[in-house]
């Protein structure tokens, strides 16, 4: 199994397809131990865990992207335009890299979005304060 800066660095692609084979895996781990002759039920556990990595990874990269997206200033840039966004971990500044282009593959936005920040308020204080700030910075390609 590859830690979490491995999966990271991974496309989409190789994400989905891990996730698909560890998912047939834990089908076939649980359908041998019912039928009793599953030995090794430690790996039931080691499935699940890098089932729950990749997913995790899989929605940090939407979630930063779907955040990108709701910056009015990014909004107006992609709207009525067919685009595509990818999303990488940078970890020089602890934030997901979001870039987005057409289908021509020609640059229209890019943003930093920090998905760690801290978020233990109340929901009264959450209304009185706002929700904080996820996006860093942003730039629109001219």
Same mark, same amino acid.
């Given at each position: ?18 996730? =698909? ?21 430690? /790996?039931?556990?080691?499935? /699940? /865990? ?20 709701? =910056? ?51 929901? /009264?204080? =959450? ?16």
């Amino acid at each position: 199994m590859a830690n979490i800066v491995e999966l990271r660095e991974m496309s989409d692609e190789k994400l989905e397809e891990m996730l =698909e084979n560890a998912r047939e895996e834990i089908f076939n781990l649980r359908f041998r131990k019912a039928s009793g002759q599953l030995e090794d039920y430690s /790996r039931l556990k080691e499935a /699940r /865990r890098e089932i729950a990595q990749v997913e995790t990874v899989l929605h940090m990269r939407q979630l930063a992207i779907d955040t990108a997206v709701s =910056e009015p200033a990014i909004a107006s840039v992609l709207a009525g335009k067919e685009w595509e966004a990818s999303a990488a971990f940078d970890y020089e500044e602890s934030a997901w890299q979001v870039e987005f282009a057409d289908e021509d593959g020609n640059d229209l936005a890019s943003a930093a979005v920090n998905l760690n920040k801290k978020q233990n308020l109340s929901k /009264r204080q =959450e209304k009185q304060k706002g929700r904080p700030k996820l996006l860093i910075s942003y730039e629109i390609a001219e």
